[in-house]
């Protein structure tokens, strides 16, 4: 950025009487500053732009798969989230049509807002290329400005890592809730499934137990929508954690059972002790194993990339209020579903010309891109305030 600003300033000294290129002598003898060349078709005019985007970035990304997680980095805070910016303009001109051609590189870093209790902190790192080209039509121009239509594309290049750190206690606050949840299932599965244990109905209601419990904990899982799918599954996968689901089936089938078949309170008592027992231990080595599999898939790491090509329209004008002093606007829509679903611009800045090559601008750009495919998703805003620095010859 320091780079921009030693440009403005070279820019202003070149406004100096002293160093001023590019006037004409007045009738009194003084020099004035002369107005931008009106364009001829007498050949080419080409302007060499360094535009500085300061962005901050609002909205949700996600990564292979991973829910989206918002990121809000605003205005206030941008230098201390942009890592690096460079870009450039460049515009070639004859009679009333351009071809021009804009850059941007940007590099973010920023925390984002941590998905539940499973995740401690989670943090965001982003590379953005922007690259827009296209073709301008001058459909109106005179000593108070321009109006321009253009049509064009716009080139997006995400490269977004997101990372996780896991928080342990709150993994294994989790994991207790899903056992104590099985739990309750198994022993309302097995109270509507039978009112007498028997031997021949044991395989159909363990089937109908562990039915149970695999839905209460895709139910418990579902509340933490930012997890990838694979852990949302964990509930119906084969291996430890379906072991210890049917070992606890199988314990509680073991106390209802008992329980039935003793009359004797003392017996019962007893019993039902040894049963107890038995479920909790059963409880705690599910909670174990659910704990072990939420811990092997989370990810310490997301990270993703995608590219792709907006077609765009759109319009640019410029307003002289004196030979120095003006405004300047633009104005696009895009995607419309070819890349992004839907992409849209504005800008608006006040400009200085300081005589017939040199100009400089001071404005606000905002750019809204809403794009999910593959498993991406870029559903954001990038707003901040624009400094430019041209140079027409």
């Known amino acids: ?114 998905p539940g209790r499973l995740l401690d902190t989670i943090s965001l790192e982003q590379k953005e290329v922007l690259l827009e080209a296209g073709v301008a039509y001058r459909i ?32 294994k606050a989790v994991s207790e809730d899903l056992a104590s949840g099985a739990v309750a299932r198994v022993t309302a599965a097995v109270k509507d499934a039978v009112s007498e244990v028997k031997a021949p109905a044991l395989e159909k209601i363990t089937a109908a137990a562990a039915g149970r419990i695999e839905d209460r904990v895709g139910e418990i899982l579902n509340q933490y929508p930012r997890l990838p799918e694979a852990i949302r599954r964990i509930g119906g996968a084969d291996g430890p954690v379906s072991d210890a689901l049917r070992e606890l089936v199988a314990a509680q089938l073991v106390a209802e059972q008992q329980t039935a078949a003793d009359t004797v309170s003392a017996a019962k008592s007893r019993v039902s002790s040894a049963v107890t027992q038995a479920v909790q231990r059963a409880e705690r080595k599910l909670a174990r194993r659910i704990e072990t599999a939420l811990r092997n898939a989370l990810p310490e790491s997301l990270a993703g990339s995608k590219a792709w090509i907006d077609p765009v329209v759109g319009f640019r004008a410029r307003f002289n209020f004196t030979d120095h002093l003006y405004v300047a606007a633009k104005g696009d829509i895009g995607g419309f579903g070819v890349g992004s679903d ?44 624009f400094v430019g620095l041209k140079y027409t010859f």
């Open 1 to 114: 950025m320091k780079s921009i600003f030693a440009l403005l300033t070279f820019g202003a000294l070149l406004h100096s009487p002293s160093a001023l290129a590019g006037t004409t002598p007045g009738p009194s003898g003084k020099e004035v500053a002369a107005s931008p060349p009106v364009p001829t078709d007498e050949g080419w005019r080409y302007t060499v732009g360094l535009p500085g985007w300061l962005a901050g970035l609002n909205g949700d990304i996600g990564i292979g798969g991973f829910q989206p997680v918002h990121t809000d980095v605003p205005f206030s805070k941008i230098l201390d989230h942009l890592d690096m910016v460079a870009s450039l303009s460049v515009e070639a001109q004859r009679g009333p049509w351009s071809l021009y051609a804009e850059g941007l590189y940007l590099k973010l870093s920023a925390g984002g807002e941590t």
């Open 140 to 171: 109106w121009e005179g000593p108070r400005g321009y109006f321009d239509l253009f049509a064009g594309a716009r080139y997006l290049s995400m490269d977004a890592t997101l990372h996780l750190e896991v928080n342990p206690s709150g993994v």
């Open 342 to 385: 839907l992409s849209w611009q504005v800008f608006g800045a006040l400009g200085y010309q300081f005589n017939r090559h040199w100009s400089s601008e001071l404005g606000y750009k905002y750019l809204s891109i809403d794009y999910a495919q593959d498993g991406f998703v870029f559903d954001a805003v990038q707003a901040g305030a």
